[in-house]
């Protein structure tokens, strides 16, 4: 996978991968058979299955950051299950540096297809 952000595209994919573990599906899966649908410094899709991975790095604009992640996700959760055969939120996230660990740098979430 080429992505213009390499680390959020690479911590997106170990993260789904955790994710996804208990179902035998392994990072290098996620490479071969997955797709990124969206492909900006700033944010990736990544297409896997019947499962979306969004993942929103905070330190590349600040248009994308927690306040306005975090309101994005109320949306979600409010609008999952209108549409029977709609995206349905599954769970969210964020990612801290170790050095960091109180700075949450990548707010991430996981839908599925029905």
């Known amino acids: ?66 306040c306005a992640f975090e309101e994005l996700i109320g949306t979600i959760k409010t609008i999952s299950g209108v549409n029977p055969s709609g995206e349905q939120y599954e769970m969210h996230g964020y990612i801290a540096d170790a050095e960091t660990p109180d700075e949450d740098y990548i707010g991430w979430y996981l839908t599925r297809l029905p």
């Open 1 to 66: 996978m080429n992505a213009r952000n390499a680390n959020l595209t690479s911590a997106s994919v170990d993260l789904l991968a955790k994710i996804l573990s208990e179902q035998g599906i392994s990072a290098s899966e996620i490479v071969e058979n997955g797709r990124i649908e969206v492909d900006e410094p700033e944010k990736v899709r990544l297409h896997f299955g019947n499962r979306y991975f969004y993942a929103f790095d905070f330190r590349v604009s600040s248009e994308v950051n927690k």
